[in-house]
């Protein structure tokens, strides 16, 4: 097994709304791999898919071997999945909120103290841990629920817009925290942004998607020489034909 | 005129009415609740009424002089009088009498009343003439009080005809087979009736308000994104559900227990404060542990089926505000019952209409206040069976719906409220 996300000829119809069409991608273990793309592009739907929340309407995606179709309940042992501009529950503290989502996890009460320590450590949170959800900014917000996804060491970490909304300092520390973390665990990470500079700063492997489709995919320097860009962006607008 | 005020409106105009759950929830409901409302009140009361007017009463005449029977024929130009002669009145009699011409009020015009009234005449004003009358007590509501208005009403024109304050009627009321000397039952009807406002409203107050609370739950984790969390995690979809619900459920036993107590205090207020007159408690009025107990049980199945439908409505929705909208749409079907209920007691409705009532769980607990009151425990029963049944339905259908990707992706749809012709720019957009 080579692979931690195989995803072959995905479609995925919402009535009238083709969200993916022919969608194919795979990402190696101990990756960061990046679907990017503007809105509307299908990205938020592929890690859906992955984190077995939406089932495809034909193809297949596999995760560790696991198709997300009949294995999902296996599949949500080894995935954290973090959805795009999530909350966590305003009237917990952020140590309870912690200690909430690792009792999924686990039921051995040393266990989960680690988990939560680990949590703590990766969200650099502090004293503030103690305080209520509903008083955190965004950023703080963004970065207790990515240490949320982080704790159980996930074989899969499953991102959307990791750094959606954040000011330079926390997209910044986000950002530090999600390469720290698959370099010392060997986690790998399936994200989706549509700041193509965030992704080329973070990513192994990256898909252009664009009306449900993977456009262009590989190595963002490979992409970029391949286009003869400077950046991602402007790889993505040749590839569209709006350069 | 204030600067951008007309601006600000015009927009806030298209906005709302753009909205079709605020275009559903707050125009086209109160259109059509309040004609029904309206109509299923009058028709109600019409029935009630006719019922009552129509009724049969039952004249046992001990008397036999010409007074007894100018007022058995007053009464017979009125309504429709079956009349006895010379019968011995004991309870059992006039339960006997009762039930043999399936009537609920009966006359008794006793020996010495046309002696009495002509003494009366001749300037001996210490004397009256009094009859008795019995009414069945069936648990409050317009038709009893109108029985008993029409009775008073005769005897107030005999008066006038043969003199002010001849004839006297002395007012017995049969409770639960029992005769109670001296109860008027147009004043115990006043008395039940007032009860019989404050617990639908009650119970209307506690439904929508726990409805509201467990929309809002699930609408806030599908707005902040958390259910979305909850969904990938290793563990049972029906977890949540059960947890959201056994959340709830305990809201609502703490409405349930705090109803019940309030419910109590209410009753003991009445009986305190007109215990002088009448006391509920001695005629039977006041219900039974078990009749409490039953009382919390429909109490506590109406609120849980009340529940489980905000939870499978709220999963139509994005947000808390499209949830609320959502769930306040159901909220006819809450105050209808309650409001017809109000006045009117379910069993002098008329059949399509009483059967209406029954069909809607949220009219059960109302039912049953009334229902554990009388003693009248079957029905209760039934209730508690009948809601149950419809909750069990409910939440099947709500741990389908978590169990899929619908939880996520089911929205209502209002495409009716949508259909416009497309503009010649927009078609050119898509």
Request: charged share 20%.
């Given at each position: 097994?080579?692979?931690?996300?195989?995803?072959?000829?995905v479609?995925?119809?919402?009535?009238?709304?083709?969200a993916?069409?022919?969608?194919s991608?795979?990402?190696?273990?101990?990756?960061?791999?990046?679907?990017i793309?503007?809105?509307?592009?299908?990205?938020t739907?592929?890690?859906?898919?992955?984190?077995?929340?939406l089932?495809?309407?034909?193809?297949?995606?596999?995760?560790?071997?696991?198709?997300?179709?009949?294995?999902?309940?296996?599949?949500?042992?080894?995935?954290?999945?973090l959805p795009?501009?999530a909350?966590?529950?305003?009237?917990?503290s952020?140590?309870?909120?912690?200690?909430?989502?690792?009792?999924?996890?686990s039921?051995?009460?040393?266990e989960?103290?680690?988990?939560?320590?680990?949590?703590?450590h990766?969200?650099g949170?502090?004293e503030?841990?103690?305080?209520?959800a509903?008083t955190?900014?965004?950023?703080?917000?963004?970065?207790?629920?990515?240490a949320?996804?982080?704790?159980?060491?996930p074989?899969?970490?499953?991102?959307?817009?990791?750094?959606?909304?954040?000011?330079?300092?926390?997209?910044?520390?986000?950002?530090?925290?999600?390469?720290?973390?698959?370099?010392?665990?060997?986690?790998?990470?399936?994200?989706?942004?549509?700041?193509?500079?965030e992704?080329e700063?973070?990513?192994?492997?990256?898909?252009?998607?664009?009306?449900?489709?993977?456009?262009?995919?590989?190595?963002?320097?490979?992409?970029?020489?391949?286009f003869e860009?400077?950046?991602?962006?402007?790889?993505?607008?040749?590839?569209?034909?709006?350069? | 005129?204030l600067?951008?005020?007309?601006?600000?409106?015009?927009?806030e105009?298209?906005?709302?009415?753009r909205d079709?759950?605020?275009?559903?929830?707050?125009?086209?409901?109160?259109?059509?609740?309040?004609?029904?409302?309206?109509?299923l009140m009058?028709?109600?009361?019409?029935?009630?009424?006719?019922?009552a007017?129509?009724?049969?009463?039952?004249?046992?005449?001990?008397?036999?002089?010409?007074?007894s029977?100018?007022?058995?024929e007053?009464?017979n130009?009125?309504?429709?009088?079956?009349?006895?002669?010379?019968?011995?009145?004991?309870?059992?009699t006039?339960?006997k009498?009762?039930?043999?011409?399936?009537?609920?009020?009966?006359?008794?015009?006793?020996?010495?009343?046309?002696a009495?009234?002509?003494?009366?005449?001749?300037?001996?004003?210490?004397?009256?003439?009094?009859v008795?009358?019995?009414?069945v007590?069936?648990?409050g509501?317009?038709?009893?009080?109108?029985g008993?208005?029409i009775?008073?009403?005769?005897?107030?024109n005999?008066?006038?005809e043969i003199?002010?304050?001849?004839?006297?009627?002395?007012?017995?009321?049969?409770?639960?087979?029992?005769?109670?000397k001296?109860v008027d039952?147009?004043?115990?009807?006043?008395?039940?009736?007032?009860q019989?406002?404050?617990?639908?409203?009650?119970?209307?107050?506690?439904?929508?308000?726990?409805?509201s609370?467990?929309a809002t739950?699930v609408?806030?984790?599908?707005?902040?994104?958390?259910?979305?969390?909850?969904?990938?995690?290793?563990?049972?979809?029906?977890?949540?559900?059960?947890?959201?619900?056994?959340?709830?459920?305990?809201?609502a036993?703490?409405?349930?227990?705090?109803?019940?107590v309030?419910?109590?205090?209410?009753?003991?207020?009445f009986?305190?404060?007109?215990?002088?007159?009448?006391?509920?408690?001695?005629l039977?009025?006041?219900?039974?542990?078990?009749g409490?107990?039953l009382?919390g049980?429909?109490?506590?199945?109406?609120?849980?089926?009340?529940?489980?439908?905000a939870?499978?409505?709220?999963?139509?929705?994005?947000?808390?505000?499209g949830?609320?909208?959502?769930?306040?749409?159901?909220?006819?079907?809450?105050?209808?019952?309650?409001?017809?209920?109000?006045?009117?007691?379910?069993?002098a409705?008329?059949l399509?209409?009483?059967?209406?009532?029954?069909?809607?769980?949220?009219?059960h607990?109302?039912?049953?206040?009334?229902?554990?009151?009388?003693?009248?425990?079957?029905t209760?029963?039934?209730?508690?069976?009948y809601?149950?049944?419809?909750?069990?339905?409910?939440?099947?259908?709500?741990?389908?719906?978590?169990?899929?990707e619908?939880?996520?992706?089911?929205?209502l749809?209002?495409?009716?409220?949508?259909?416009?012709?497309?503009?010649?720019?927009?078609?050119?957009?898509?």
């Open positions: 097994m080579s692979l931690a996300v195989e995803a072959v000829d479609v995925k119809v919402f009535g009238e709304i083709r993916l069409d022919g969608l991608f795979s990402v190696k273990l101990g990756e960061i791999f990046g679907l793309g503007p809105n509307g592009a299908g990205k739907t592929a890690l859906r898919i992955a984190s077995t929340l089932l495809p309407t034909s193809g297949t995606v596999k995760i560790f071997d696991l198709d997300v179709v009949h294995k999902a309940a296996e599949i949500r042992k080894v995935i954290a999945y795009e501009e909350g966590a529950y305003r009237n917990l952020g140590w309870e909120y912690l200690e909430f989502m690792a009792r999924f996890n039921k051995n009460k040393s989960i103290h680690e988990m939560v320590k680990e949590a703590a990766i969200s949170l502090g503030r841990l103690k305080d209520k509903k955190y900014s965004k950023g703080m917000k963004r970065r207790l629920l990515v949320r996804a982080l704790m159980t060491k074989k899969l970490a499953i991102l959307d817009e990791p750094g959606s909304g954040l000011d330079v300092l926390h997209a910044y520390h986000v950002r530090e925290i999600i390469k720290r973390y698959v370099k010392e665990q060997g986690v790998t990470v399936l994200l989706s942004s549509h700041n193509m500079l992704v700063y973070l990513c192994d492997q990256v898909a252009l998607l664009n009306k449900g489709e993977v456009v262009a995919k590989g190595e963002p320097q490979e992409l970029k020489e391949k860009s400077v950046n991602l962006e402007e790889v993505f607008a040749k590839v569209v034909g709006l350069a | 005129m600067k951008g005020f007309v601006n600000i409106l015009v927009k105009i298209k906005e709302l009415v079709p759950k605020i275009l559903l929830g707050m125009i086209i409901v109160p259109l059509i609740m309040f004609p029904v409302l309206g109509t009058s028709y109600s009361i019409q029935s009630a009424r006719e019922q007017e129509k009724a049969t009463i039952v004249v046992v005449n001990n008397d036999r002089g010409n007074w029977e100018f007022f058995t007053y009464l130009s009125s309504m429709k009088v079956s009349v006895i002669n010379n019968t011995n009145l004991d309870s059992d006039v339960l009498l009762l039930s043999d011409y399936n009537t609920t009020q009966l006359i008794e015009i006793p020996n010495g009343f046309s009495n009234i002509t003494e009366y005449k001749n300037g001996n004003t210490k004397i009256n003439a009094t008795n009358f019995y009414g007590f069936s648990g509501g317009i038709f009893q009080e109108v008993s208005a009775i008073d009403n005769l005897v107030n005999v008066n006038r003199a002010p304050n001849a004839v006297y009627t002395f007012k017995s009321t049969i409770i639960k087979g029992e005769i109670q001296n039952p147009s004043t115990l009807s006043t008395l039940m009736l007032s019989a406002i404050a617990m639908p409203i009650t119970i209307m107050v506690l439904l929508t308000y726990s409805m609370i467990a739950s609408a806030m984790e599908k707005e902040e994104k958390t259910l979305e969390t909850l969904l990938t995690l290793p563990m049972d979809r029906f977890a949540i559900l059960m947890g959201k619900l056994s959340g709830s459920i305990l809201v036993a703490v409405g349930a227990v705090a109803y019940m309030g419910f109590n205090y209410y009753m003991g207020s009986t305190s404060s007109i215990g002088a007159t009448l006391d509920l408690v001695s039977g009025l006041v219900p039974s542990v078990f409490y107990l009382l049980i429909s109490l506590f199945v109406t609120l849980l089926s009340a529940l489980a439908l939870v499978i409505m709220s999963a139509f929705s994005e947000d808390v505000r949830a609320q909208s959502l769930v306040g749409n159901i909220t006819p079907i809450i105050i209808i019952p309650a409001l017809v209920l109000m006045y009117v007691d379910v069993n409705l008329p399509a209409i009483k059967i209406l009532m029954y069909a809607l769980p949220f009219s607990p109302i039912i049953a206040a009334k229902a554990v009151t009388m003693g009248d425990y079957l209760v029963i039934f209730g508690i069976v809601v149950a049944i419809f909750t069990l339905v409910i939440m099947y259908a709500a741990s389908r719906l978590f169990a899929t619908k939880i996520l992706t089911a929205k749809k209002f495409r009716w409220l949508r259909k416009r012709t497309k503009k010649p720019h927009e078609e050119e957009l898509q």
